[in-house]
């Protein structure tokens, strides 16, 4: 394979959403812990993220949202971020995310992105006029190393892998709750399918493992087998 092995590492609902709500301000990682009955086992999922690749890919937007732009330089992990963003982040975001990962990786398609102003030692561009994820992650391979990679992106983002078929693997920590809202983020979203000629673009699975977790909380693995 001329790319990474991908899982998508996703905490979602029990009906699929991704977040608490359509607007930023709502999100599951603010969220769940004020919520009893969800609260007591939420510590699950970030215990199993940390046993995930140490590559990640993620999206400007998510990591505005979680405050990287105003955030304090963190302590380094041994962690390799990928970061998919053409708006959301700031140069203290970069230099947030620098700080945080052994590489840090950005596609972009914006060519006036403030982190071509900054100099950082692990600190990598990949610049296209059009986003393309496959040969993004072909680069990854190819140029840095990542064998493995683990996306944890938006439902949009998420969508255009399933679409491209560049996911290898699924695996979810299911919450027992649901969210509900039309407009509510869900695990794929992007655009629908109009004809039964698409119906290759599925993403057909094969279940892997089935783990009750505590507190009501599920964790489902799964291969994509097409």
């Not at 304090?72 to 700080?99: Q, W």
Request: glycine share 8%; with cysteine; aromatic share 8%.
């Amino acid at each position: 394979m001329n790319r990474p092995i991908t899982t998508l590492f996703m905490l979602m609902s029990v009906d699929g959403k991704i977040s608490t709500g359509a607007t930023d301000d709502l999100d599951v990682d603010k969220d769940f812990p004020q919520i009893a009955g969800v609260s007591e086992g939420l510590q699950q999922y970030y215990e199993i993220e940390q046993t995930t690749d140490l590559w990640t890919l993620n999206s400007g937007r998510v990591q505005a949202k979680i405050g990287v732009n105003t955030k304090k330089m963190p302590d380094k992990t041994p962690v390799s971020f990928v970061i998919i963003d053409n708006r959301h982040l700031n140069e203290n975001g970069i230099r947030y995310l620098c700080a945080l990962s052994k590489k840090f990786v950005l596609i972009t398609s914006n060519a006036e992105h403030p982190a071509f102003n900054i100099e950082e030692g692990n600190l990598y561009i990949i610049y296209q006029k059009e986003l393309s994820l496959k040969n993004a992650l072909i680069k990854l391979k190819s140029e840095y190393g990542c064998e493995r990679i683990t996306i944890q992106t938006g439902g949009t983002l998420n969508g255009l892998f399933l679409r491209e078929k560049l996911f290898d693997y699924v695996d979810l920590v299911v919450a027992p709750v649901l969210v509900g809202g039309r407009d509510t983020s869900t695990l794929i979203d992007g655009k629908s399918l109009t004809s039964q000629s698409e119906l290759s673009k599925l993403g057909v699975l094969k279940l892997q493992e089935c783990v009750m977790l505590e507190n009501s909380y599920l964790r489902l693995r799964y291969e994509v087998i097409h």
